[in-house]
């Protein structure tokens, strides 16, 4: 998914670079104007310059810092084969450490003192925020932004910048929508970043799911590690599902927490949260902080289910409804569903290992995005380009 996810930005960046090089300004990175040969910020005859912030370190690093060198690697591959009508593509990238201060001041040395043309998938919503404004007075091409914030899609005010993935409102409709259907009844908890990343997410939730069944509303801030006291409040409301708009490192804080609490509820994950690659390795890396020896691995609730049916493990006492989506519309397909178990390393020479998991019961995420949101996204572009064209 993110092999694709990075060949559709590369690839719709070639196009936009294409195109808005061929009729870049003098002044800020690009806008509009005749191009005579080499005389764009950012462009000459041999190289067009584009700049990135993105979280090589800090709190959003875990699942995020790959995306970068993946993209330079996909630049790389088309500069060697003759690169953009004879241009080779620079891809300067710097690290902001999820931090907005440092995306202002990293935003204004890629413009200012480095020149480049355009900036290519600023990654975060409560960092691009910041910058937004400066740069669409600087004119300059603010493409494909790397964050599902509602903040993106406003033509009229900000013309040079270019969202591209679901935004969170629409993935909270989704997430809702399912919610609606499988959990009707049930006790609802959400645990949400406090900024524009969780309140999109959560206002497109509160669409569909009554608010009668949302028994609390518990946010944290990135950088406070401390969230014992929002997951007490959870813990206590007895949610039977648990809604998270989380980055990684707090999916992962956030169940661990709920194991401290003794308290296990299915979680339900937004996209840019629930990498089970990512969760394995943090969930590795905060039980060695604390001590404990694990490893972990992530499976799919068929196989889970299959798995369970062969042992007596407390695997097979989990709520798990095996599906399968084949044969259906895109509409139709349910939300792809992926278990992670950690097992003790003591265990892991026993082909019974699954039988011996550290935590009471796998880790259930439902992540929308790799299935009907993408449908969902492909309408929305239609009304995007039909809106574009009408103006």
């Known amino acids: 998914m993110r092999r694709a996810n990075v060949r559709l930005m590369a690839g719709g960046a070639l196009l936009a670079l294409t195109v808005a090089a061929c009729g870049g300004s003098s002044s ?17 005859d041999t ?50 450490g999820y931090n907005p201060t440092q995306t202002v001041t990293q935003t204004q040395k890629l413009i200012l003192q480095d020149k480049v043309f355009a900036i290519f998938n600023g990654l975060g919503t409560p960092t691009h925020e910041k910058v937004i404004s400066f740069l669409n007075q600087q004119k300059v091409p603010d493409l494909f932004v790397a964050s599902g914030c509602l903040c993106w899609d406003n033509p009229t005010q900000y013309p040079m910048t270019y969202g591209w993935q679901v935004d969170y409102t629409r993935e909270g409709k989704i997430l809702g929508d399912y919610v609606k259907k499988n959990f ?8 949400s970043q406090a900024d524009d990343f969780g309140q999109d997410g959560v206002k497109g939730l509160d669409m569909e799911i009554p608010s009668s069944q949302v028994v609390t509303r518990q946010t944290y801030q990135v950088g406070n590690i401390n969230i014992s006291s929002q997951v007490s409040k959870i813990a206590a409301a007895k949610p ?3 809604i998270a708009f989380t980055i990684p490192a707090y999916t992962a804080l956030l169940k661990l927490n709920m194991l401290k ?26 039980a060695k902080q604390g001590g404990a020896t694990v490893q972990c691995r992530s499976t799919s609730a068929i196989e889970a289910y299959g798995t369970a049916r062969t042992t007596s493990s407390p695997v097979s006492s989990s709520p798990i409804t095996p ?5 259906r519309s895109g509409d139709e397909l349910e939300p792809a569903r992926r278990l992670i178990i950690c097992i003790s390393a003591s265990a892991l020479a026993d082909t019974s290992a699954i039988a011996e998991p550290i935590f009471p019961e796998p880790m259930m995420l439902i992540d929308v995005m790799r299935t009907k949101a993408f449908f969902h996204y492909r309408d929305r572009v239609r009304v995007f380009s039909a809106t574009a064209t009408a103006s």
């Open 47 to 96: 190289t067009i310059t584009i700049g990135s912030t993105q979280p090589l370190t800090g709190p959003a690093a875990p699942g995020y810092s790959e995306i970068a060198p993946a993209a330079k690697a996909m630049f790389d591959y088309i500069n060697a084969q003759g690169g953009i009508n004879g241009r080779k593509i620079v891809y300067k990238y710097v690290d902001d």
């Open 184 to 191: 009707a009844g049930k006790k609802v908890a959400y645990f």
């Open 261 to 286: 609490a003794r308290f296990n509820a299915p979680l339900m994950v937004s996209n840019v949260g629930s990498d089970p690659l990512t969760l394995s390795g943090l969930l590795e890396a905060f």
């Open 240 to 242: 039977d599902l648990v």
């Open 323 to 327: 599906y399968s989506a084949s044969g």
């Open 28 to 44: 800020g990175g690009g806008g509009g104007g005749t191009a005579a040969k080499g005389n764009s910020t950012g462009v000459t």
